[in-house]
């Protein structure tokens, strides 16, 4: 009966399709009687894809973030140099609030950092035109004054992210990346080596004038502005942080030095005394 003449074999093969014919048959009748339970109960098949929906959207939703859950800001400059200048080593920081951020180091003179902000104001284009110029106003708002600074933020429906304006974003989740030079002045300048030649350290004297009054000066090309400040309170009765010192159309900075701004003989210093 194993032989290939076997006349029953045809018949076996027969059986056979006709059994695989059946099974097709059952799977087919069992796929019709699904479909036609879902197109007969159209509003019970959206409840359960709605519910698996909606579980598999809770499973995946982040409730400490739900709008930016894998945005990293530039809260540290190390992570983008371009974008924000180095920190100081120092944990040394400046503002308050959510003006509170480490102070940095600029590598460009006043003039071209001036400008910079300028540009980076200028050029937004993602978000809300007016929420720029709101943290603008915030940005360049005047020490001592941010005490309201959340409840300013609420207004607008800015949520700061890590608690600092360099990063908010809006109740659509747009995003507000400020750079730190857009926040505070720096708190050191480094110039580079090349931009302005180091001269020898001599002995000047020169003159501050205040009001209508001159204090004459002695001191090295190497003295820091924040020394002079201090001598010069020391003499009209006041402290440095009191003082502002302007020459040639500039503010002097209390980091640099008085060769920085080619501060010699004979020369007159302003003095602007803060109440």
């Known amino acids: 009966m194993g032989c290939s003449n076997d006349p029953e074999k045809p018949l076996n093969k027969n059986n056979k399709k006709s059994k695989n014919s059946s099974k097709k048959s059952v799977k087919k009748q069992k796929e019709d009687i699904k479909e036609n339970s879902i197109n ?25 973030n739900p709008i930016i859950p894998n945005f990293q800001p530039y ?3 190390k992570n983008d140099p371009f974008f924000n200048f180095p920190e100081v080593k120092e944990n040394k920081y400046v503002g308050k609030g959510l003006k509170r ?10 003039e071209e950092l001036k400008k910079k902000r300028e540009a980076f104001w200028g050029t937004r284009v993602e978000g809300n035109k007016q929420t720029w110029n709101f943290l603008k106003e915030i940005c360049e708002m ?3 004054e941010e005490n ?29 990346e400020i750079p730190n030079y857009c926040i505070h002045d720096p708190m050191i300048y480094e110039l580079p080596e090349d931009n302005k030649k180091k001269p020898n350290e001599k002995k000047i004297k020169f003159k501050a004038r205040n009001g209508m009054k001159f204090l004459k000066l002695k ?12 001598n010069i309170g020391k003499k009209i009765g006041t402290t440095y942080d009191k003082i ?8 002097m900075k209390n980091d640099l030095q008085l ?7 004979d020369v007159v210093v302003m003095v602007m005394i803060c109440p």
């Open 244 to 251: 502002r010192l302007f020459f040639s159309g500039k503010e």
């Open 219 to 230: 001191s090295s090309n190497y003295t820091s502005v924040k020394k002079i400040k201090t």
């Open 259 to 265: 060769w920085n701004y080619n501060v010699d003989d």
């Open 148 to 176: 309201n600074l959340e409840a300013m933020l609420k207004a607008y429906d800015l949520t700061p992210y890590k608690n600092c304006i360099n990063v908010s974003y809006d109740a659509l989740g747009a995003l507000y």
């Open 75 to 77: 809260l540290q400059s």
């Open 40 to 64: 007969n109960n159209p509003v019970e098949n959206y409840e359960n894809y709605e519910e698996e929906k909606n579980r598999n959207e809770e499973e995946n939703y982040d409730y400490q």
């Open 101 to 110: 951020m480490k102070g940095y180091i600029s590598n460009i003179p006043e």
């Open 142 to 144: 005047p020490s001592g």
